[in-house]
């Protein structure tokens, strides 16, 4: 059963480049047909999607976040990386790493992880 664990400071100051790694066990991130995914969810607000890499290494980018967002992966530790810079307040939220099979719409989610923008 493939896992998913999200890693990566809680706090970050505004201005500041947001890092996260998820860690993926049970199943390699070169298996096709699947696709690494990064969601948000901000406080009251839907969830984001953020952006994908595919197990090819195709990268796929919301368009609204494109500009300052950068997703990659590294296949020796199994994990991929979300980078988002220049970030505010309006970047608090819950991240989650995530994979989908395919064209199949069910979503496999990490836990999450709470990140905060904030001096």
């Known amino acids: 059963q493939v896992q998913l664990q999200e890693s990566g400071p809680g706090l970050v ?16 991130i070169t298996t096709n047909p ?15 999607w953020m952006g994908a890499i595919g197990s090819s290494g195709i990268i796929y980018y919301s368009p609204s976040l494109r500009s300052r ?3 990659s992966r590294d296949t020796s530790k ?27 719409t069910t979503v496999y989610w990490g836990q999450g992880t709470q990140v905060t923008v904030s001096s």
Do not use: H, M
Not at 13 to 28: D, E, F, H, I, N
Not at 34 to 48: A, D, H, M, V
Not at 85 to 94: H, K, L, M, N, R
């Open 13 to 28: 100051k505004p201005s500041q480049t947001l890092s996260l790694t998820c860690t993926v066990s049970g199943g390699s």
């Open 34 to 48: 699947y696709y690494w995914t990064w969601i948000r969810q901000s406080p009251g607000k839907e969830l984001e």
């Open 69 to 71: 967002t950068s997703i």
């Open 78 to 104: 199994n994990q991929f990386t979300l980078q988002l810079e220049s970030v505010t307040p309006e970047d608090t939220a819950v991240y989650y790493c995530a994979y989908t099979r395919g064209a199949a």
